[in-house]
C-alpha cells in the first residue's frame, strides 16, 4: 500500500519561507516522479512543482518560479519543496503526490498521479 505523508505546513507573514516535506512507502521510490499540488478555498486543485525519478528534471508553475524548489532525497524516500518569498496568494492545502508509472516522463497533470498525501495547511498573512 502506497502512503505519502506531507509535514510542514503553518502560518507566515509574507515574505516568509517554508520547506514542505512528503515521505512516502509502499513504492520503489527512487524510479517514480512526484508532483506538488495545492488547493486553495473554492479553487481547483492545481500543479505547483514536479521533479522526475532522475532528480535533476524538474518543472514548475509559473507563479512559484524563481520562489519554489523541489527535491527529492532517495535515500530518505522524501521529496521537499523549499517555498521562500511566500505571498497570500500561495495560502492553500498543499499535496504531494506519486506517478502512476515508473521512469515516466515529468508531468504537470493530475491524472498521471495516482497516489495522495492527506496535505499540508499554509496559510501566509498579509
Known amino acids: 500500500q502506497v502512503q505519502l505523508v506531507e509535514s510542514g505546513g503553518g502560518l507566515v507573514q509574507a515574505g516568509g519561507s517554508l520547506k514542505l516535506s512528503c515521505k512516502a512507502s509502499?513504492?520503489?521510490?527512487?524510479?517514480?516522479?512526484m508532483g506538488w499540488f495545492r488547493q486553495a478555498p473554492g479553487n481547483h486543485r492545481e500543479f505547483v512543482a514536479a521533479?522526475?525519478?532522475?532528480?535533476?528534471?524538474?518543472h514548475y508553475q509559473d507563479s512559484v518560479k524563481g520562489r519554489f524548489t523541489i527535491s527529492r532525497d532517495n535515500a530518505k524516500n522524501t521529496v521537499y519543496l523549499q517555498m521562500n518569498n511566500l505571498k497570500p496568494e500561495d495560502t492553500a492545502i498543499y499535496y504531494c503526490?506519486?506517478?502512476?508509472?515508473?521512469?515516466?516522463?515529468?508531468?504537470?497533470?493530475?491524472?498521471?498521479?495516482?497516489?495522495w498525501g492527506q496535505g499540508t495547511q499554509v496559510t501566509v498573512s498579509s
Open positions: 503526490a506519486v506517478r502512476r508509472d515508473a521512469y515516466s516522463r515529468i508531468s504537470n497533470s493530475l491524472p498521471d498521479y495516482d497516489y
Open positions: 509502499g513504492r520503489a521510490f527512487s524510479t517514480y516522479g
Open positions: 521533479i522526475g525519478w532522475i532528480a535533476t528534471t524538474t
